[in-house]
């Protein structure tokens, strides 16, 4: 066991001067087991294109997320308890989740309103699973420390190939042009999805400092969402400044028997459905997942 001063305890509290929210981050202190620290995640393609199939239908792109956000609860589903969430997104109306651990880690289609397993890949002992996304027909999966990721059919989920990248994995998006990867530490890689060669960095701020620990990640018209691991927080950044620009205090979603502060139950899982605009929030063995909006 590993002693961590850490964890966030993140206000929002209006700078009054007109410059905008500032987000104050306190720590708390919080016991984690070292072994299953990982934590990752995933997304979903979103912001990438309409849902209307008529023409003279035209969407509005949504308003960027800011300041402090509120969830307001839509619906709460099952969630198979022992999944170990690494990565989340939704994929053709299904979710779309990568789990962890050494032996126990997959990649799973997951029916969103029983919770049902409608399809599921193994990852080999060796592989610690971690975030995933969806690009075209394939899902890219990222393991925590082999430096190894897996390409699969987004349907079958049978791997077609593998590649390799330098340092951890840990959130994986997709923003319609770029994949978007988070490592651990407060530095988000920019990558491209048909090589997975890195295309650029961007170091991500709350008030001016880095924030480590960005874990599962989500790609939402043009912003990136993250959770912070073994926080009950979410973070929404301006992928070109690495700024944090709104919060989520997800800490109501908080099942009583899933500690945010402990790396086995960790608020981790953020998937958006373009089509409806809502989210799809879950944690490590949670055993629901909450079907949300944010405003
Ligand atoms: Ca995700």
Known sequence: MVS????????ACSSGGGD?????????????????ASVSSTTSSSGVEDSGTEASEVEATPDPLVGELTITVVAVHPHDSDAFTQGLEVHDGRLLEGTGLYGESDRRLVEITSGAVQGLEALNSGLFGEGLTVVGDEVLQLTLKAG???????????????????????????????????????????????????????????N???????????????????????TEFVVVIDPASGEV?????????RPDDAPFDNSRFALNGIAHDPTTGRFYLTGKRWPVVYEVELS
């Open 208 to 230: 001016g400092e880095p924030l480590a620990n960005l874990n599962e990640l989500e790609c939402v018209n043009g912003q990136v969402l993250a959770n912070v691991w073994l």
């Open 245 to 253: 620009v709104a919060t989520l205090d997800a800490s109501s979603l």
């Open 148 to 206: 190894v990721y897996i390409r699969a059919d987004a349907e079958t989920l049978t791997e077609t190939g593998r590649g390799l990248y330098d340092g951890e994995g840990w959130g994986l998006c997709f923003d319609g042009s770029r994949l978007v990867m988070s490592d651990g530490t407060p530095t988000l890689t920019f990558r491209d999805p048909e090589t997975f060669e890195g295309t650029g960095t961007i170091e991500v701020t709350l």
């Open 4 to 11: 961590v001063a850490f964890a966030l305890a993140l206000a």
């Open 20 to 36: 905008g929210d500032r987000f104050v981050l306190t720590t708390v202190s919080a016991d984690i087991s070292s072994n299953d």
